[in-house]
Structure formats: structure tokens, C-alpha cells
């Protein structure tokens, strides 16, 4: 009987630890960006089983676009201003025809960030704007799953830094390298802080407090 019951409890704790690996994330991860290094700007990424938000903490730009959301069940893409208390629809980003598919290349480079064992990822970006290919190496916590990437990824027209690499991983980015074109880091974005709290701003809760829709 003994021997039945520590089989079951094993097999009850291996189940608790594959639904453990398995779980899409919720919660939040604090980055710095580095230019120069100097910390030029903060922001935090939420993470929720129904939106995406990005939130600007601080900054040295002269420039604020604004918080951005992401509703996963009406596909919305909002700019959020505090400062104005305005919000304004964007619509899901178009593709463009003439964009070349970004080259990812799966390395066996890791290195641990916040306690998540991250794997170095390449990718060739071709910038149509400029005509020119750039280069980064993003750091992905295998770990630390968010199952709605593909959400985000066809919001975005894939140029959101977080689903980079979904077709190879659904982890998460805990640092982002950008390369000049010598191949030195010029820039980079490295997680400081993740949390399991999720606070999403809804935008009905915002219109009570007096924000209004801008076109």
C-alpha cells in the first residue's frame, strides 16, 4: 500500500511540474534599456491571459508615444496617454508586401538572466525603410512561456520584439542586443525585475476618468 501511494504521489508531482513548464505566463517583466551605457529609457511589459501591455516607467526621449495595449479577444491596438488622458485606435499593423522574412538563427550560447536560463537567438532583420539588414542577438527564457505570441505577432505584423522568435520558442525575451554593423553591441534591453502581478488598464475604466478617444 505504501508503495502505491508514493507511486501516485510521484506521478501526482510530476504531473503538478509539466502543467508547472506548461502555463502560459501572467505577469510582468521591467526592462532598462542601455545606449551608450546609460540607461536611456524604462518600460514595463504586462503579460495576461487576455491583453499585452506595454507601459513607458521613465525616460531621457524627448519623444513619449505612449503606453500601448493589446486586446487579444477584439484584436485592438490602443495608444494610451496619460499626460493628455487621450486614447487613440491604431488598428493591427499592416504587413508590407515587400518585406523580407527575418533570418533566426537558434544558437547553443546561453546565459541566465533573473534566474531563467536564457538561449541566444541571431536574427537578420532587412529594414525596407533603409535598405539595409541589422542585426540582434535576443536572449529567450525557454522557461517563461506566454502561449498568446501569435496574438501579439499578427496584431503587430511581427515587428513586436517580444514574439520575435515564436516560431522557434513561445519563452519570453530577457535581453535584447542590437548590433551596429561592425557586429558591437550599440544598445541593448535587459529585464530588471518579473512579477507575477498583472494590472491591465481597461479603457472603459479610463473613459470614467475622463479620457476620451482621439483620431
Known amino acids: 500500500?505504501?508503495?502505491?501511494?508514493?507511486?501516485?504521489?510521484?506521478?501526482?508531482?510530476?504531473?503538478?511540474?509539466?502543467?508547472a513548464q506548461t502555463d502560459s505566463f501572467e505577469g510582468s517583466i521591467e526592462y532598462n534599456y542601455f545606449r551608450?551605457?546609460?540607461i536611456f529609457w524604462q518600460e514595463k511589459h504586462i503579460f495576461s491571459n487576455n491583453a499585452y501591455e506595454k507601459?513607458?516607467?521613465?525616460?531621457?526621449?524627448?519623444?513619449?508615444?505612449?503606453?500601448?495595449?493589446?486586446?487579444?479577444?477584439?484584436?485592438?491596438?490602443?495608444?494610451?496617454?496619460?499626460?493628455?488622458r487621450t486614447m487613440k485606435r491604431l488598428g493591427a499593423e499592416p504587413k508590407t508586401s515587400s518585406a523580407r522574412?527575418?533570418?533566426?538563427?537558434?544558437?547553443?550560447?546561453?546565459?541566465?538572466?533573473?534566474?531563467?536560463?536564457?538561449?541566444?537567438?541571431?536574427?537578420?532583420k532587412y529594414n525596407t525603410e533603409y535598405g539595409r539588414t541589422t542585426l540582434g542577438w535576443h536572449w529567450i527564457a525557454g522557461d517563461l512561456e506566454f502561449e498568446n505570441l501569435d496574438k501579439i505577432a499578427s496584431i503587430t505584423a511581427d515587428l513586436s520584439s517580444v514574439?520575435?522568435?515564436r516560431e522557434l520558442s513561445?519563452?519570453?525575451?530577457?535581453?535584447?542586443?542590437?548590433?551596429?554593423?561592425?557586429?558591437?553591441v550599440k544598445s541593448y534591453y535587459e529585464a530588471t525585475k518579473i512579477t507575477t502581478e498583472v494590472i491591465i488598464t481597461d479603457p472603459s475604466e479610463l473613459r470614467k476618468k475622463g479620457y476620451r478617444f482621439i483620431k
Open 36 to 38: 551608450s551605457g546609460q
Open 170 to 184: 513561445k519563452g519570453l525575451p530577457l535581453r535584447i542586443d542590437l548590433l551596429d554593423e561592425s557586429g558591437d
Open 163 to 165: 514574439s520575435s522568435v
Open 1 to 19: 500500500m505504501k508503495k502505491i501511494l508514493l507511486v501516485l504521489s510521484i506521478i501526482g508531482f510530476y504531473n503538478h511540474s509539466v502543467l
Open 55 to 84: 507601459t513607458l516607467l521613465s525616460t531621457n526621449a524627448m519623444l513619449n508615444l505612449g503606453d500601448l495595449l493589446i486586446l487579444f479577444s477584439t484584436k485592438e491596438r490602443l495608444s494610451i496617454s496619460h499626460k493628455e
Open 101 to 124: 522574412p527575418d533570418k533566426i538563427i537558434e544558437t547553443e550560447e546561453f546565459r541566465e538572466i533573473q534566474g531563467y536560463r536564457c538561449r541566444k537567438y541571431i536574427i537578420e
